[in-house]
C-alpha cells in the first residue's frame, strides 16, 4: 500500500507541474502600434512635482478606434514620470498598464517616451501580457499632445 500511495503522489506532482507550466507558458506576442492625440490637465502642484491627466482617442492594431486616460506624476527633478493608463477600444474592452516614462524640453514642445507595462485588461484583453513604449510631444501652452505607441501585447484571447 505504501508504494502505491507513493506512485500516486508522484503521478499527482507531475500532472500539477505539467498543469503549472502550461498555464506559465508565455502568451504569444501580437504587434501592438498606432496614433494618439489627447490633452492634458494638470493638478496638485507641488514645488518638484506635478499630477498630469491625459485623456485622448487614437487608432492602433487590436483596439481600432480607442479612447485612454492615464494619469501620472511627473518629478521635475529628473524628468521623470511614473502612473497609470487605461486604453478602451471600440467594443469597450479595457487595457490596464503601469507607465514609467521621462521627458525633456525641446524648444517650446515635451518630447516624451513612456514605457507602458500591461498589467491585465477586460473582454478579450483580460490576462493580457505584454509592454508598448509611447513617443509623443505635449505643449505646455496648449495642453495638447500627440504620438505613436509600439510594442506587443499578448495575443487576444490567449489567456
Known amino acids: ?13 507531475m500532472i500539477l507541474t505539467a498543469a503549472l507550466a502550461v498555464s506559465a ?3 504569444k506576442q501580437v504587434p501592438f502600434k ?10 496638485n ?5 506635478v499630477v498630469v491627466t491625459t ?8 483596439l ?11 518629478d521635475f527633478t529628473n524628468g521623470t514620470d511614473a502612473g497609470t ?13 503601469t507607465i514609467a516614462g521621462s521627458g525633456e524640453q525641446v524648444g517650446d514642445l515635451i518630447s516624451i517616451t513612456e514605457i507602458n507595462t500591461i498589467t491585465g ?7 493580457a501580457q505584454g509592454s508598448f513604449t509611447v513617443e509623443r510631444l505635449a505643449s505646455p501652452t496648449t495642453f495638447m499632445t500627440s504620438g505613436s505607441f509600439h510594442g506587443a501585447v499578448s495575443s487576444p484571447g490567449a489567456h
Do not use: C
Not at 1 to 13: E, H, V
Not at 68 to 73: L, R, S
Not at 85 to 97: C, E, L, V
Not at 121 to 127: L, M, Y
Open 1 to 13: 500500500m505504501k508504494n502505491r500511495s507513493t506512485i500516486y503522489l508522484r503521478m499527482a506532482a
Open 25 to 27: 507558458a508565455p502568451h
Open 34 to 43: 498606432g496614433a494618439l492625440q489627447g490633452r492634458d490637465a494638470d493638478s
Open 45 to 49: 502642484p507641488t514645488d518638484t512635482t
Open 55 to 62: 485623456t485622448g482617442t487614437g487608432i492602433g492594431t487590436l
Open 64 to 74: 481600432g478606434q480607442f479612447s485612454f486616460i492615464q494619469v501620472t506624476t511627473v
Open 85 to 97: 493608463a487605461t486604453w478602451i477600444a471600440a467594443n469597450g474592452d479595457k487595457i490596464f498598464t
Open 121 to 127: 485588461g477586460t473582454g478579450r484583453f483580460s490576462g
